[in-house]
């Protein structure tokens, strides 16, 4: 029992060493960011193993375990994000709705790169990460591997200014299978709201002025195009819209002006300490499928999602000090296993990668051979 005990105390304190190497500021941006990308040969062998086992099994079966490797990879994104940087978060709203294992369309403003990381903590809260797909811009298949492998997933490329509907509602017809639940993500802003680029904003506000819309203080005008396609296509599907609102504490300056976000590097070395996720919960029923009432509907949408806003903006600062109370936010906290065993997975998984000969030749050629594989894949599918 000593010897045990000895062992268990050993392994506990070589840990919180590990855990306090990754959480110093400067090695858990050069550790997480080489991490997260050098498993990606490692993934792409693991996907290509069930790709090719389920080729004859049907598409839903094949979805099923490809959800489940998905949700793998995206608990160690939230390992290093939130458990590392120690990031707090603040839940408001319909958080019991979480509970009820749906497939939804998700709407969120849309104002940082981490916007889609947000989806991954809401998600894993409520037991759905592996169903996560999300509507992305098409510059992002340029991602070695990750680019193809998103497509795969489910996810959908648009692109801006020659936006394709046919091969979007294409894209949308894999995901009516019953079988295959899905978080359909769009950001129906379409750009990031940067204070910093005022020519976008400006351009925003004079489209509301010129199409009768209410000018917007907090977000961009949304675009319904895309929207429209996803609720006309899997409406009967989908059991809610979830209408999220984000807000990340330290984009008000200490002089009261709005800045712009966190962005991917400042949260990742912890500069953001909070994040506030607002979830509100809409029953598809109540959600428009005709394209001009949609849009109407969405801007009010975004109308509501302002006025939520403009308490977390506030130029005074004991205003954004009381808008947890006011708002009846709570913390929402997710067990360290929850995305330790993930840590924990890949890292054994790399061990033979990095150790053996053979590891690394099948390394370097997964990287070549599946990154030039998956831009040929990409580029004669042209799938946008």
């Given at each position: 029992m000593d010897t045990i005990g000895s062992l268990l105390h050993r392994l506990h304190v070589t840990w919180n060493r590990v855990l306090e190497f990754i959480r110093g500021t400067n090695s858990r941006y050069a550790f997480g960011s080489v991490f997260l990308l050098g498993v990606s040969p490692e993934y792409l062998a693991i996907w290509l193993g069930w790709r090719g086992m389920s080729l004859f099994l049907p598409s839903w079966m094949y979805q099923w375990g490809d959800d489940k490797l998905y949700s793998l990879y995206q608990r160690l994104v939230v390992f290093f994000f939130e458990h590392c940087t120690g990031l707090e978060v603040i839940m408001y709203g319909d958080v019991d709705a979480l509970k009820k294992r749906e497939s939804v369309l998700y709407l969120s403003n849309h104002q940082?790169?981490?916007?889609?990381?947000?989806?991954?903590?809401?998600?894993?809260?409520?037991?759905?990460?592996?169903?996560?797909?999300?509507?992305?811009?098409?510059?992002?298949?340029?991602i070695p591997l990750y680019g193809h492998y998103f497509y795969q997933h489910g996810c959908i490329y648009v692109k801006r200014g020659k936006f394709n509907a046919h091969k979007m509602v294409n894209a949308l017809d894999y995901l009516k299978n019953e079988k295959i639940p899905t978080w359909l993500i769009i950001f129906p802003e379409g750009t990031r709201y940067y204070p910093s680029n005022p020519k976008v904003i400006e351009k925003s506000e004079?489209?509301?002025?010129?199409?009768?819309?209410?000018?917007?203080?907090?977000?961009?005008?949304?675009?319904?195009?895309?929207?429209?396609?996803?609720?006309?296509?899997?409406?009967?599907?989908?059991?809610?819209?979830?209408?999220?609102?984000?807000?990340?504490?330290?984009?008000?300056d200490s002089s009261g002006v709005r800045r712009n976000a966190p962005q991917l590097v400042e949260f990742l070395v912890g500069r953001c300490r909070k994040v506030h996720i607002h979830v509100r919960r809409i029953p598809m029923s109540e959600v428009p499928t005709e394209e001009e009432k949609l849009k109407l509907w969405l801007h009010e949408l975004f109308v509501q999602k302002d006025q939520l806003a403009s308490d977390f903006f506030d130029p005074d600062v004991t205003v954004r000090n009381s808008v947890q109370k006011s708002h009846g936010g709570r913390p929402n906290h997710l067990s360290l296993w929850s995305t330790l065993s993930s840590f924990l997975f890949f890292t054994?998984?790399?061990?033979?990668?990095?150790?053996?000969?053979?590891?690394?030749?099948?390394?370097?050629?997964?990287?070549?051979?599946?990154?030039?594989?998956?831009?040929?894949?990409?580029?004669i599918r042209a799938v946008c």
């Amino acid at each position: 029992m000593d010897t045990i005990g000895s062992l268990l105390h050993r392994l506990h304190v070589t840990w919180n060493r590990v855990l306090e190497f990754i959480r110093g500021t400067n090695s858990r941006y050069a550790f997480g960011s080489v991490f997260l990308l050098g498993v990606s040969p490692e993934y792409l062998a693991i996907w290509l193993g069930w790709r090719g086992m389920s080729l004859f099994l049907p598409s839903w079966m094949y979805q099923w375990g490809d959800d489940k490797l998905y949700s793998l990879y995206q608990r160690l994104v939230v390992f290093f994000f939130e458990h590392c940087t120690g990031l707090e978060v603040i839940m408001y709203g319909d958080v019991d709705a979480l509970k009820k294992r749906e497939s939804v369309l998700y709407l969120s403003n849309h104002q940082s790169t981490v916007d889609w990381l947000i989806a991954d903590m809401v998600a894993l809260r409520a037991g759905s990460l592996g169903h996560l797909r999300y509507v992305m811009k098409d510059t992002l298949q340029l991602i070695p591997l990750y680019g193809h492998y998103f497509y795969q997933h489910g996810c959908i490329y648009v692109k801006r200014g020659k936006f394709n509907a046919h091969k979007m509602v294409n894209a949308l017809d894999y995901l009516k299978n019953e079988k295959i639940p899905t978080w359909l993500i769009i950001f129906p802003e379409g750009t990031r709201y940067y204070p910093s680029n005022p020519k976008v904003i400006e351009k925003s506000e004079k489209f509301a002025k010129d199409n009768n819309l209410q000018v917007l203080q907090h977000h961009l005008v949304p675009k319904v195009k895309g929207t429209w396609l996803a609720v006309e296509s899997l409406h009967k599907k989908f059991d809610a819209l979830y209408d999220i609102s984000v807000f990340y504490e330290g984009s008000v300056d200490s002089s009261g002006v709005r800045r712009n976000a966190p962005q991917l590097v400042e949260f990742l070395v912890g500069r953001c300490r909070k994040v506030h996720i607002h979830v509100r919960r809409i029953p598809m029923s109540e959600v428009p499928t005709e394209e001009e009432k949609l849009k109407l509907w969405l801007h009010e949408l975004f109308v509501q999602k302002d006025q939520l806003a403009s308490d977390f903006f506030d130029p005074d600062v004991t205003v954004r000090n009381s808008v947890q109370k006011s708002h009846g936010g709570r913390p929402n906290h997710l067990s360290l296993w929850s995305t330790l065993s993930s840590f924990l997975f890949f890292t054994m998984i790399t061990v033979p990668f990095a150790t053996t000969k053979i590891g690394r030749r099948l390394y370097a050629q997964l990287l070549l051979y599946g990154t030039l594989g998956s831009y040929g894949w990409l580029a004669i599918r042209a799938v946008c």
